[in-house]
């Protein structure tokens, strides 16, 4: 690695910046989630913004406001995962641990449990009580098993 490759033949001077499906997608940086197969997307279909367990941080509200009120999309769809390294240490002890090697300890206390399922309820619940987004009607949530592909509603209980 790591020299940048094409990713598609369509070149990025030939799309609107606006999101063609008005959708932006919320997800972990794990390395095995493949959302462009997933929801069959395509260059200038949706916003993606990836963070560590796919958290509601004030970044990713942030960047949720631009792209609703910037570039016109009026959906969100969140997808969490098994196997989720947010789920084998707290926030807070990783913040501890990242102090105590640096002497300088992070401010990382973010909403999550040892759980995907009850991690992307606190982040449905912090995105759907977001003032600064437009459109809260149309947010959904997914946990992806990584083991099987399947993506489970967290709608389904
Ligand atoms: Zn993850």
Redesign the pocket.
Known sequence: MTEPVKPHATHPSELDAPPKLKLAIL????AR?NLWDLFHLGLGDAHVIRN???IATPDVIRSLAASQRLLETEEIVVI??T?????RIAPTEFAKQVGEETGTVPDWTVPATDD?HSTLALTLDVLRAAPELKHRDKITGWVLDVESGELTSADAG
């Open positions: 997800t972990c940086m794990d989630i560590a367990g796919a969490a995962h196997d989720c390294g947010i789920h995907p």
